[in-house]
Each structure stands twice: as C-alpha cells, then as structure tokens.
C-alpha cells in the first residue's frame, strides 16, 4: 500500500466490532482530526444503514459517508422489493463491490459492517480495495494496535452481548489512553434481533466509567 494512502485510513480514530453469541457491537471514539489539529470532538462514526444493520467508518469522512448512502438505499430497496431486511453478508459484498469500482480513484476509508439477521450475527470488514473478511472481532485506525491488545486477550469463543458491550468500550477507551489521535468520548452501537440501537450517555457510564 502506498504509504500516503494508508496515513490518511491509520491516522487519527478507533473502531472496535465485536461478534457476540447473541448480537453484534459497534464502537468508535469521536475525535476526527487533521494532521496535527483536532478538526471535531464530536464525530459520530457509528451509522446505522437499516435497522438490523449498522457500520463504522474511519478514514475520510466525505468518502465514507458516500458509501452510507449508497449501502442504506439499496437495503431499503431490498426491503421494498423483497419484502425482508438484506442480508448482512450481502451489505458487505456490495461495499466490497463500491471500493472494487473505483479503485482508479479509491475511497480512502476502511468500513465495518455488522448485523443480525435471519442467520444470527455477522461481522465484516472491508478495506479500500475491497477486500471481504468475516470477523470475530476487528478494530481500525491508528489506535487498532492498542485495543487488538486488549481484544485478543480478553475474546471468549461465545461471549455474551453485554460482556462484548464491554470489551469494545474498554478497547476503545485503552486507545484513547495511548493514541493521541483517539479521543474526545466513546459511541457504542448494539444489533441483536431486537434490532439496531445506540447507547446513550448513562447506559454506557452504567458499563464502564468513561
């Protein structure tokens, strides 16, 4: 990879998904900076596309927020026309297939996707070129090296949405702690078969002391 191009996906943000036995966690910090300079302290990186799906972004925001659009029309028309929520795997694949297309001039972001559907939970990470990978759990951005630490130790094979819900929150959090284009507060997502929802401010103090 170019190293140009891969500054502006690593510099400055966490994301953190996890796949629990029950449903999935989306988590980002919500600095979003410019080289030196804090350009937002309150970037939300977390977006829901339907409402058993949702994503998280790093890299540029203009890029990314292209491909929200994008994913969201097409699961609302796969809703209309086939009468039941797109498949997650399917979400993915068609991210996938928007980088694939114009890699002559790429979108410098780095997406995960998750949901639950009519196959239980679902993880996906897609990167600029389009590359597909189911995942456990996976994290992005410049402060990845240090919340894969605190995943890799702490993943249980099974573990429950709300021992999930706390791992990507102290994941993220650890980043914040180490990287200092991290920062400025915590989002954190959940997709079960209750559907998508985002954690408000005392619901996740509730989990962890932010």
């Not at 990879?1 to 690593?10: F, G, P, S, Y």
């Not at 402060?143 to 573990?159: F, H, N, Q, T």
């Not at 284009?181 to 005392?202: C, M, S, W």
Request: aromatic share 6%; glycine share 10%; proline share 2%.
């Amino acid at each position: 990879m170019n190293n140009k191009v891969e500054e502006k996906i690593l510099h400055g943000t966490t994301t953190v998904g996890i796949r629990a036995s029950d449903g999935i966690v989306l988590c980002a910090d919500m600095r979003a900076s410019a080289g030196y300079l804090i350009a937002n302290n309150n970037t939300m990186k977390i977006q829901k596309i339907d409402h058993h799906a949702g994503l998280t972004l790093a890299g540029g925001v203009a890029d990314a927020q292209n491909i929200v659009d994008i994913l969201r029309y097409h699961s609302n028309l796969h809703r209309v026309q086939k009468q039941s929520p797109i498949p997650i795997r399917s979400l993915a694949r068609l991210c996938s297939l928007i980088f694939h297309q114009n890699r002559g001039y790429p979108f410098i972001a780095d997406i995960l996707v998750g949901g639950h559907d009519g196959g239980g939970p679902s993880l996906y990470n897609i990167d600029m070129f389009g590359s597909v990978e189911e995942k456990k759990f996976v994290t992005t951005g410049s402060g990845s090296p240090v919340a894969y630490g605190l995943l890799e130790e702490r993943y249980e094979e099974g573990m429950a949405l709300d021992a999930a819900k706390r791992l990507a929150l102290e994941a993220v959090r650890a980043a914040i702690t180490r990287n200092i284009g991290t920062g400025d507060g915590i989002n954190v997502a959940l997709v079960d078969k209750d559907g998508y929802r985002l954690l408000e401010g005392e619901r996740k103090r509730a989990v962890i002391e932010l």
